[in-house]
């Protein structure tokens, strides 16, 4: 039952842990997301921005704008219940 009602959300590729990046993308900048469980959070901005907070160390701050929208995803990392 899952499944039959999960099939239509994007898909996810997974990186690494539990990040991961919007399947099937044309080009870049989309973010990478952090799911565990039900919680889902923005991890990066796009790939570049995901290894360097994911790789490099300590000290990187909140992750700024997210420029590309990703269809439920994005609605659940930003807490937008009512787009879902």
Do not use: C, N
């Amino acid at each position: 039952m899952a499944r039959a009602q999960t099939s239509h959300l994007p898909k996810l590729i997974s990186l690494y842990s539990h990040r991961y990046l919007p399947a099937e993308v044309p080009d870049t900048g989309y973010p990478v997301f952090s799911v565990y469980q039900t919680d889902t959070i923005y991890y990066g901005r796009d790939l570049l921005d995901y290894l360097e907070r994911e790789f490099a160390g300590p000290g990187r701050g909140p992750v700024g704008d997210v420029t590309r929208w990703i269809p439920f995803w994005s609605a659940l990392a930003e807490r937008r219940l009512d787009e879902l």
